[in-house]
């Protein structure tokens, strides 16, 4: 007589509380109904929901990835190096004739005269952007090219010296460098040279990148600005190898792409791309595909943060582009066959969550299996005490 209820008692118990069964995620129903504040339809979103569909594949076509040439553009430098402050400087200045400022006197062997040059020693220009030549005195050199610096000093000696004729050159140029640090095989201030020098000459002369192409990013600093790009993106587009600029910071990172793999996947881990890029089919073969008996065909899910413009062309009337990166949660029905060749065309970005949601029928597994659990010592008891009666 006991048996009964407290059998019935334990189901309802475990169906009351099929919400809180375990699990490694949301239900898809959980993820399309919670999209809202406290479930309400007419509040506000949390995150967007959106179909991977070839819609949405077109407006992904249209996100330019983060790179140098949309940030920094294609500089290109002047064919003259500008002397700045820092630099070394050395200068020869030659004269028409003999015994004068900077030529020996006339030997006196007929056959030999003396000396007609001087250099004067490297200097570095001063903070004020001068340096000393004797008998010109401070000379401005700082934004100059060494030409302009040569013939000042010559204007500056005439009716000293005997028909002075000056060489400037710049020993050791400070300024007009770039810093290379990171994983590269020697890092140096490498300097750059008049015809101009993009990333992959610089990274060359600092010795190659250590780590492999395809898990070493470029990191870019220039000014207040610095941007990361993938190196293997640096290689495959031209227009990602940008020319440099004096005193740019040049750092390449070990720091591989990768997507992460939750739920009912085979394996649930942390993914790396192992190429520039990859789409939802190469992620999802990458995962070994989803579990046969426990995985939703129709819950299979992406989530990443998307820029505004991307989340407006998505859907024209979301409230979330206004504070910076919108978060959106793609969804694909792969039940449907057509979904196949759309996911072959939808583009995972690096760090993105792949999430595959429990089917219902698993939820509902675990619910009997649970209620087994707890009407085995039930019926057990029962058994028992007929027993002894």
Known sequence: MVRGPMVLLALCSVLAGCSSLPSDGPSAKDVLQQSKLNGDEKGPSRYEI????????????????????????????????????GDYVTVTIWEAGANGLFSAPLMTDRFSTGAKSSTIPDQAVGRD????????????????????????????????????QVLVNVSRPISNTVTVTGEVA?????????????????????????????????????????????????????????FMRPGDVLTLVRDPQYFLAYGATNYSQKVPFEADSISLSEAIAKVGGLQDQRADPSGVFVFRYEPPAIARALRPNTTLAVNGWVPVVYRLDMRDPASLFVAQ???????????VSNAPITEATKAFQIFNLVASPVSTGASLSTAIR
């Open 50 to 85: 959106v179909d991977i569909d070839s819609a949405a594949v077109s407006v992904l076509r249209r996100r330019a990835p983060d790179g140098f040439s949309s940030h920094f553009g294609d500089y290109r430098p002047s064919a003259d190096l500008r002397i700045g402050v």
């Open 129 to 164: 952007g001068t340096i000393s030549v004797p008998y010109a005195g401070r000379i401005n050199v700082k934004g100059q090219t060494t030409e302009a610096v040569q013939h000042t000093i010559e204007v500056a000696l005439e009716g000293k010296a005997i028909q002075p």
């Open 186 to 242: 020697a890092g140096a201030r490498v300097p750059l040279t008049a015809k101009g020098d993009r990333i992959l000459d610089v990274v060359a002369t600092a010795g190659g990148v250590r780590a492999p192409v395809n898990e070493t990013v470029v990191r870019l600093s220039r000014g207040s600005t610095t941007v990361s790009v993938p190196m293997t993106r640096v290689v495959s587009n031209p227009r990602e190898n940008v």
């Open 345 to 355: 065309g939808f583009p995972v970005f690096n760090k993105d969550i792949v999430f």
